[in-house]
């Protein structure tokens, strides 16, 4: 079991219950703003990090995940999905190859059961897969300004996305896809655990400033990037999120769920697909994820992540069936939704106009709050 960070306990940290990273520093729209324009640090050490050295451990994660692996240079990185033998979503890896190892972060709880999945098909195989977050921790930098507080931490900053470096005191630095509408650079680092505050410490007296996961959240929410288990559900394949493109190799073949992916792209049309949500937020209280959305009397999807973004309002992602049209009006509760008209599907640009009318109405009831 992960302990409470020790950034959980830096002035002004508010810990939801049960949790073991800090869900803001007291002003979570400011930290928002920090992470779009600045450079925030973000404690994702909740994450569970597993290694896995061994000879064969490309070529056996491979004939595993959904991911093109058997070659994956040093000094990179990329992201894989498990899936069940149907092709639904089981675990969601984000991956660095550096120095004969293979490291992996997943969701917060999901370790051990990955561990259980990888230690079955282990058979004759040169491979030693291991949990590994008692001693490693992920923490992650993010906005426009990272680069340089990396450089003038002593740390490096490497270019281009997934690109891996190895950082000084163990452990390395990952550059990822920005977050937010494009503009907010991140990094994730992978730390010794008894040097968080080390180096946060480094981090901040290089120019960054603490941000809470909240924050994270509003920006990884603006950017459509999922989360498993959160934005997912027993259901969901690969095809109705954006891992298609980034944790999926569409012409790798012989995985499990290989099938399943490989016919819903070849009809083209998954049942449902991720969306942007704007919410009217007239109830305080957000909805939770698994709340139904509604047309009328119909449900049409539910809701993952719902977060109170500094520029949109109150925003979510949802999966959403696809016969969901741009402009509909949709109901999450006690609340009007719409549909971002960015994520109307291509062949309907023109009931974008509308679409955007429809948001437009929809976001002016939450100006102000």
Known sequence: MTTTSPLAARAGAV?????????????????????????????????????????????????????????????????????SPHGHVEHHLVLAELGGTTWADVEPGTGAALQTFLDRMRFMLRVEPALV?????????????SPEVLAAAGLPAPEGPYAVAASPGGGWVRRMPPLGDGGATAFDLL??????????????????????????????VEA???????????????NELEWLTTAVHLEKGCYRGQETVARVHNLGRPPRRLVLLHLDGVSEDLPVPGTPVTSGAREVGRTGTVVRHHELGVVALALVKQSVAPGAELAVGGSRAAVDPDDAPAALDDTRAAARDRVRAVRSATIGR
Not at 71 to 79: F, M
Not at 208 to 214: C, F, N, T, V
């Open 15 to 83: 810990v939801a219950e049960g949790a073991t990273v800090a869900t803001h520093y007291g002003d979570p729209l400011r930290e928002q703003r920090l992470l779009a324009e600045g450079a925030g640090l973000v404690d994702r050490s909740d994450r569970d990090v597993l290694t896995v050295p061994g000879a064969d451990r490309l070529t056996w994660l491979h004939s595993l995940t959904s991911q093109h692996l058997e070659r994956l240079a040093d000094g990179t990185g990329t992201e894989a999905l498990v899936l």
């Open 133 to 145: 977050t008692a001693d490693r921790a992920l923490l992650s930098l993010v906005g426009p300004r």
């Open 191 to 220: 730390v010794p655990r008894a040097g968080i505050a080390a180096r946060a410490d480094a981090l901040t007296a290089a120019g960054a400033g603490l941000a809470g996961l909240d924050a994270y959240e509003a920006l990884r």
């Open 224 to 238: 459509r990037r999922p989360r498993l288990g959160v934005d997912s559900d027993h259901r969901t394949i690969p």
